[in-house]
Structures are given as C-alpha cells and as structure tokens.
C-alpha cells in the first residue's frame, strides 16, 4: 500500500518531490521541449496550492553527455508552467541548498540542481545504503516529507528514488499513482492480451516478450520496426544487406539467436511481419517476405498493407493491447502509415496502453490519440509492463526504515 497526495497535510510541510524531468535539449544547452515538465504541474500546483513548501529533485542527462546540464532552464519553464516564481538553487544537498530550503514559505517552490552532478546519484544501491549517501544525509534534514512523482526514472534504484523514503515519510505523486493504477494491474486487464513490441530498442523488446510469453501474460506478440526485422531473420528470411547492417552496426546481431529461442519456445504466439515497405525510387514500395531481399540499398523501413490487415485482425479480438516502440521510421511521412495504422486500431480495443515517452510524442505528432493510458515513463514502463517490481516503487511501499537524520 502506497501513500498518496491524499493522506498528506500538505499546509506548512516541506515536501522534497522527485520528478522526472529529464528532456531534449537544445544546441544551446536549456531546455528543447517541456512535455515532462507538464506531465508534473498537476502534482506540484496541487502541493503548492494547498501550501506546501516544494524543492523539486530530478535529473537531466547522463555524465559526459550533451544533454547533461543545469536544470536552470526547467526552473525558468517550470516557473512559466505554474504561474509563480520558481528558484533555481545551483547545488544539491549544500549549506545553500539547506538554507533555500529552509527559507521556503508555504506556497513557495524551488529547483534543487541536477542531482546527477554528484556521482553517487548515477550509481544504484539498496535502499539502506541509498539512504547513507551525501545527498540523502544531506538534504533530508531540511525535508519533512518526499514525494516521488518520477514513474519515469522508478527503474532505477539511485538515493534520490529509494534513499529519501528510506528516512522519511513518502508518498507518491499524481503521475505515479496514475501510473501505478493502471500498470500495476496489468494481470488484471482484459484478455486475450496483446502486446505489440517495435522500435529499435531490441535486447529490451525481447526481455519483454519472454517475461510475457513465460508468464502467460501475452496471447500474442506482434513485432514490428527493428524488432520485426530481427525475427524475420531469426525466422530465416532474408532481409536484404541494408537493414542486416544496421542491425549489427547497433551490436544487436547476437539478439537474432535470442528471437530464434523465442520462435522456438513459443512460436505459436509470435507474428512477425508478412511484407515490408522499402524506398524504390523515392518512393514507398512494399515487398512480401517471399519477394525478400530487396535491393542492396533498400532498408526494410516499415511494416506492409497486409502485415497490417493481419496485426488489424488479431487486435479485433483483444481485450487488452500494450504497445511500445513504433512499427517503422514513423519520422518519414511515407513510413509512418505502419505505425498510424496500427496504433490508430489499438485505440478501438477494449483497453490500450502506451509504453514508452519517445512513442507518445511520435503519437501526438502523427496525430494519434484515444488510448486508455498513455505511460510517461520508457524503460519503467517496460518493466512495469512484465509485472516485474520497481526499486522507486518498493521503496515507497516499504516505508520510512529509520528515522531521518536530526535538523541542525
Ligand atoms: N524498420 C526500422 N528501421 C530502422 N529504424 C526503425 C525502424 N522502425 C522503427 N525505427 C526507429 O525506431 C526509433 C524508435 O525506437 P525506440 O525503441 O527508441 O522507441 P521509443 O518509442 O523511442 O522508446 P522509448 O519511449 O522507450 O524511448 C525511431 O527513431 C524509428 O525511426
Ligand atoms: O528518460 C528516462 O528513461 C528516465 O529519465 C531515466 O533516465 P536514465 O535512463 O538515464 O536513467
């Protein structure tokens, strides 16, 4: 049982809430698009609006990446999306970040600085010793509460997702709950339940489908995009050196003996793409896998009409559908129609969800809406999505072990 909003006095408290703000960023260095930043106003307006003292945790990047930068920008947004003024504190856990905090009034809300500036914070550990870090020690004193709202990041099990509510009282936040809510029952959904894996994230697609086939939590798997082109391989279909190449230029050639174990184990299950459209002079021009390979230059870049019209009849007949990666290079208008197509009949079964940030915002730009639930987090979802437990989430559920360390 998690805490909520719900059973928190917010009036007078200092609540330390982690979010999951992590977003492109520009050429310049701040801030290139602010979706997580809205999927968070909902829960910091709520705390805010009922007088809360709110310090915002949350990181950007990984180490030594170009999108590893201040969250000052997120503040100047963040101040813009809440209607208030929003600090930016330029550290984490400092006397100075203690003293901010410590000044807040009720209703006030600042950003603490990207909390993987401080290398524990890229680092997992259990709960306990999550809760010993400089961060957490460090800053705890000056929280009464923690609030976790980053679903997003709930996979990982660095001090800022477990350690504080290791020491202090914790509650999940709006985007959690509702994430909670619907991900959390997925045992529970309608069947027959499929699951429809594309996009290029391929090791993890097929940790997917064999947690779901293994579990029985899958009646299908549909593959599609990258992943698609990985079991027709498997399946000893030639899909023409371009879209080979890639596949091993992403190191993945070792996941075709994965998906050829999975064939093998639980073949019955799995669809894989009947055609594939390729670029034929400038143009969108689909092969049946019989007519494969395709030219040397021509990448399998999409699923075909008739793998559609057959994925269109197995999702007639699902009570639950779950989603995640597109079924092909949807930032091209003539490869998008696999992944609009087929996203826009999941929208028709009795319960569609969503798995995957990146996946939503192709979504919304290919205009493709309707779904029972739109996750906001990728690989937290994924894992939410095998009924696999997650650190973030455990920790709350497991409470306040000690007390946290005194105020000075
Ligand atoms: N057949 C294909 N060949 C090459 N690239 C493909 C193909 N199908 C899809 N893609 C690419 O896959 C990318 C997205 O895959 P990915 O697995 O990262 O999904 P995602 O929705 O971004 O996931 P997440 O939200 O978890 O980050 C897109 O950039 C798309 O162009
Ligand atoms: O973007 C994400 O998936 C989350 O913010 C987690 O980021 P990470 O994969 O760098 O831990």
Redesign the pocket.
């Known amino acids: 049982m998690i805490d909520t909003l719900d059973d928190l006095d917010v009036e007078g408290t200092t609540v330390g809430v982690r979010v999951d703000i992590n977003s492109p960023i520009g050429d310049d260095g701040t801030l290139a698009d602010d979706a997580r930043l809205r999927a968070h106003v909902d829960t910091l307006s709520e705390l805010l609006e009922r007088g809360g003292r709110v310090a915002v945790l949350a990181h950007q990047g990984r180490p030594g990446g170009d999108d590893f930068v201040s969250l000052e920008s997120h503040a100047e947004r963040l101040s813009k999306l809440l209607e208030r003024p929003v600090d930016h504190v330029d550290t984490t856990f400092s006397d100075a970040a203690r003293e901010a905090v410590r000044t807040l009034e009720n209703g006030d809300c600042l950003v603490l600085e990207n909390t993987r500036f401080y290398s524990e914070e890229y680092m997992e550990f259990d709960a306990e010793r999550a809760a010993e870090t400089h961060l957490v020690e460090g800053l705890a004193p000056a929280l009464d509460v923690y609030v976790n709202d980053a679903f997003a990041a709930a996979h990982r099990s660095q001090p800022s997702l477990v350690g504080f509510p290791t020491v202090l009282p914790g509650y999940a936040g709006r985007v959690m709950e509702s994430e909670l809510d619907v991900l959390g029952t997925i045992e529970e959904t309608p069947e027959p339940r499929i699951y429809v894996l594309?996009?290029?994230?391929?090791p993890?697609?097929i940790d997917v489908a064999w947690s779901v086939l293994e579990k029985g939590l899958a009646d299908h798997v549909l593959t599609?995009?990258?992943?698609?082109?990985v079991f027709l391989i498997a399946d000893g279909v030639d899909v023409g050196d371009a879209?080979s190449d890639?596949i091993y230029d992403q190191g993945y050639w070792d996941e075709i003996d994965r998906a050829a174990d999975l064939l093998d184990a639980y073949g019955d299950s799995i669809a894989l793409p009947r055609d594939?459209a390729v670029e034929r002079d400038g143009e969108r021009h689909e092969l049946g896998v019989n007519a494969l390979p395709p030219g040397d230059e021509e990448?399998?870049?999409?699923?075909g009409s008739s793998t559609l019209a057959y994925y269109e009849r197995l999702l007639e007949d699902a009570g639950t559908v779950i989603l995640?990666?597109?079924?092909?290079?949807?930032?091209?208008e003539a490869?998008a129609t696999?992944?609009r197509q087929l996203y826009g009949a999941a929208t028709d079964v009795e319960m569609s969800i969503v798995?995957?940030?990146?996946?939503?915002?192709?979504l919304r730009s290919l205009g493709v809406d309707g779904f029972t639930h739109v996750s906001t987090?990728?690989?937290a979802?994924?894992r939410m999505l095998t009924a696999e437990p997650l650190p973030a989430v455990t920790a709350l559920q497991d409470g306040p072990k000690r007390q946290q360390p005194a105020d000075d």
């Open positions: 594309g996009g290029a994230k391929v993890d697609s599609a995009g990258v992943v698609g082109n879209s890639f594939v990448a399998a870049m999409d699923i995640n990666g597109p079924a092909g290079v949807f930032e091209e490869f696999g992944t798995g995957g940030g990146d996946t939503a915002s192709a987090g990728g690989g979802a994924l």
